[in-house]
């Protein structure tokens, strides 16, 4: 007979709260965070609920660690050694965004382009085609002008 393994307690400690801190400034989820205290996710969730220590270290801890890698990030984007933290600083907390033109000067050789050939021409190319024995092998086609048989 199947029992349900009873969730481990722990009590929560301020070395337990420095513990929990730490590991969500790291980017631990709160299941990993009660996994790593070999407590059930549920009694985790529970001892956030009930106890606002804990809800408030996890929040504290992430706080401090976002604190530091945006303080880190500004720093390179500001230093002007790091041209892509520069740009993704810009664009991300300014909403700066750069605009591309490309700009086409010349002529544009349209030669053999669909849309400048007659019917009689556009008709000819699709049986040059169909009978191109490279693009036979690539399609499937017969590559002779005739249709091509098929096993099923």
Excluded at 6 to 28: C, F, H, M, P, Q
Excluded at 29 to 47: C, G, M, N, P
Excluded at 71 to 79: P, S
Aim: aromatic share 6%.
């Amino acid at each position: 007979m199947a029992y349900k393994k009873r969730a481990n307690k722990v009590e929560i400690t301020d070395k337990i709260l420095e513990t929990i801190g730490t590991l969500s400034g790291y980017g631990l989820s709160i299941e990993q965070v009660a996994d790593y205290l070999k407590i059930s996710r549920a009694t985790f969730h529970r001892y956030m609920e009930n106890d606002e220590r804990v809800r408030a270290t996890v929040e504290l801890g992430k706080a401090k660690a976002a604190t530091m890698v945006t303080g880190r990030a500004f720093q390179m984007a500001a230093d002007g050694k790091h041209e892509s933290m520069t740009k993704f600083w810009l664009q991300t907390r300014l909403r700066w965004r750069t605009e591309e033109r490309v700009i086409h000067e010349g002529a544009i050789d349209t030669t053999g382009h669909p849309s400048t050939m007659t019917p009689e021409q556009r008709e000819a190319r699709i049986k040059e085609l169909l009978n191109d024995p490279t693009l036979a092998r690539k399609y499937g086609g017969g590559g002779s002008g005739e249709k091509g048989t098929e096993e099923c």
